[in-house]
T-cell receptor
Framework: GIQVEQSPPDLILQEGANSTLRCNFS?????LQWFHQNPWGQLINLFY???GTKQNGRLSATTVATERYSLLYISSSQTTDSGVYFC??????????????FGKGTHLIIQP | DTAVSQTPKYLVTQMGNDKSIKCEQN?????MYWYKQDSKKFLKIMFS???????INETVPNRFSPKSPDKAHLNLHINSLELGDSAVYFC???????????????FGNGTRLTVT
């Protein structure tokens, strides 16, 4: 099956800092999404981004499908950004409802 | 206004028992999923249902069985619970099995299952 690797696995930053999280995947994808799991365990969908660039407030994401990677940018970090960020993909060769394959996540801690 | 709701939030039970987790979505989506998150936070899909038909079934023990009475509900039944079943189970839904344009996956808040 498709492999999804995220880096770095852990990241500790001061409030106000910027960060870039990376997701590499091993095959062509139909679907790529970024999620934030907050300290209470809730999984929030951040972006649906199989290709191109999107922005939502302080967060933006870019997927270069031909090179099989995606980047999540967080600017002016706040303590509420802490949690685990997951990248998840669906392989192009997959069926219509195979679900998403998740990476192991980047654990982000924003210190005040 | 909860989009995907699952109950209970916490479930503590003994080995050998049978338990169920309920899930409902009010988004009008036609595909629902169950994911398992282990102690290392790794998320893995268990099942998906599309229009009441099981689409995929990953290599999970047959003690786990999804049941979908209608498009808005996908319940998870677990028989003969084992210690290794302890995890957080997430229900999710999407439109057209993720193949529709801009079809994000929406998760419920999870059920933390502890088997003692």
């Amino acid at each position: 099956g498709i492999q999804v690797e995220q880096s770095p696995p852990d990241l500790i930053l001061q409030e106000g800092a910027n960060s870039t999280l990376r997701c590499n995947f091993s095959d062509s994808v139909n679907n790529l999404q970024w999620f934030h799991q907050n300290p209470w365990g809730q999984l929030i969908n951040l972006f649906y981004i199989p290709s191109g660039t999107k922005q939502n407030g302080r967060l933006s994401a870019t997927t270069v499908a031909t090179e099989r990677y995606s980047l999540l940018y967080i600017s002016s970090s706040q303590t509420t950004d802490s949690g685990v960020y997951f990248c998840a993909v669906e392989a192009r060769t997959g069926g219509g409802a195979d679900g998403l394959t998740f990476g192991k996540g980047t654990h982000l801690i924003i210190q005040p | 206004d909860t989009a995907v709701s699952q109950t209970p939030k916490y479930l503590v039970t003994q080995m050998g028992n049978d338990k169920s987790i309920k899930c409902e979505q009010n988004l009008g989506h036609d595909t629902m999923y169950w994911y398992k998150q282990d102690s290392k936070k790794f998320l893995k899909i268990m099942f998906s249902y599309n229009n009441k038909e099981l689409i995929i079934n990953e290599t999970v023990p047959n003690r786990f069985s999804p049941k979908s009475p209608d498009k808005a509900h996908l319940n998870l039944h677990i028989n003969s619970l084992e210690l290794g079943d302890s995890a957080v189970y997430f229900c999710a839904s999407s439109q057209e099995g993720l193949r529709a344009y801009n079809s994000p996956l929406h998760f419920g808040n999870g059920t933390r299952l502890t088997v003692t």
